[in-house]
């Protein structure tokens, strides 16, 4: 059985995703009720040469929107990074969220042989093909950027743990039979 980057890809994404939405209400409810300044959440981080909060979102939005892009032959969309609050970091979610689910399962058709190629930085390039790409840049970075976030709000008080995180995954966990 061949697995679909389509759904390997998409239905990572979304779901995280929503989960990374998640925390932000309840960074955004934690700074209502202990009256802090929301914005102080969104410039957060963990150490000082790492991004804040607001970078951590756009950059896990960012890896989303291009595996799609990428994977389908596309040019990925540029998003301007000019969020300032948690709700404008929600808007963001959202919107990668609309773009990921826009494209239709059959653009994936032979993504995992597509040669991805693109600039970093200096004189770098990333090229490998799809499969690779995916497994090896596209998902650990998606994932890296939406755990520092889910961090930066831990480490700031807001109350969020595993089940959050994982809140997707609520279809496979039951009671187990009694003997």
Partial sequence: MKNSLHAMSIETFVPMLRSLSNFLDKGAEHAKAKKLDPATLVNARLAPDMFP????VQIACDHAKSA????T??????FEDNEQTLDELK???AKTIDYVQSIRASAFEGAEDRDIKFPLIENLVFEA????YFRDWSLPHFYFHVVTAYDILRHNG???GKRDYLSHVGY?????ASA
């Fill in 53 to 56: 909060l607001v970078q951590q």
């Fill in 68 to 71: 799609a892009a990428r994977l």
């Fill in 73 to 78: 032959g596309q040019e990925p969309p540029r």
């Fill in 91 to 93: 808007a963001r979610i």
């Fill in 129 to 132: 093909n799809g499969f690779q």
């Fill in 158 to 160: 807001i109350e969020i």
């Fill in 172 to 176: 496979a966990i039951h009671q187990r």
